[in-house]
């Protein structure tokens, strides 16, 4: 292999591709791009950089995804803000028992692709309307625009996924309905332009990640629902 063609290996490796919820906005980007270029040119190549963010903002990078049973891995990319015991949302339908509650909050620069944390059935997926407040914040899980997902697995019970609107987000996309079987790490929605998406384990099982740790969709692992490993402690240095 030369070392010209390494290179650009290299460089086409950091590449992702679009996914195709992003095309039409990438097109009208554009679009507007190579009129005002016609028109004003100063004010083009502004609209040139907002196009190189939308086409930044929809990348859709593959991922490589652990897959021994019981792994639960994050549901996006982002920081994790939160992880605290609570009582799932009423119309999850998971009872009332407090469950573990990992949240991670994507800002705009992060990968918008939400992924499947477990192989299983969806059993359930409604969507809530709602307001558009700080998705960092912790009512934003109650009182902000989402969609709430129950995974029913085979053996390890039901994982509950709430995606919700932010600050800046206005629209939540699913990819999947009830009665279709995800595999662990499969691209099942997105948010546009920022927000927050939180898992909710079976009872009794612990997060093994921690508050400010960076999670990769389909990558970091979040639980092992076959370990009865405590829940981890950290640090930041």
Not at 99 to 111: K, P, Y
Not at 207 to 231: H, K, N
Request: hydrophobic share 45%.
């Amino acid at each position: 292999m030369s070392k010209g063609h390494g290179i650009l290996d290299t460089i086409f490796d950091q590449l992702s591709p679009v996914h195709p919820d992003g095309h039409k906005f990438v097109g009208i980007a554009a679009a507007v791009t190579l009129l005002f270029f016609f028109l004003y040119p100063p004010l083009g190549w502004i609209c040139a950089g907002i196009t190189a963010w939308v086409i930044y903002f929809f990348r859709d990078p593959q991922r490589v995804t652990p897959l021994r049973p019981g792994l639960v891995v994050s549901a996006a990319d982002g920081k994790i803000s939160g992880i605290e015991k609570v009582v799932p949302p009423a119309e999850m339908g998971l009872g009332t028992e407090p469950r573990t509650r990992i949240s991670t909050f994507l800002s705009v620069f992060d990968v918008h692709i939400n992924r499947a944390p477990i192989a299983g059935r969806v059993v359930r997926s409604i969507y809530v309307p709602g307001t558009f407040l700080n998705a960092a914040l912790d009512k934003a899980s109650e009182d902000n625009e989402r969609r709430l997902i129950v995974i029913e697995t085979p053996a390890e019970g039901d994982v509950g996924v709430v995606q919700i609107a932010g600050l800046v987000a206005r629209r939540i996309v699913t990819f999947c309905e009830v009665g279709d079987t995800l595999g662990t790490g499969q691209r099942f929605g997105l948010i546009r332009f920022g927000s927050r998406v939180d898992v909710y384990l079976p009872p009794g099982k612990n997060a093994l990640v921690s508050v400010g740790q960076r999670a990769v969709a389909g990558e970091t692992v979040l639980a092992d629902l076959q370990s009865i490993e405590p829940e981890r402690e950290a640090r930041n240095a």
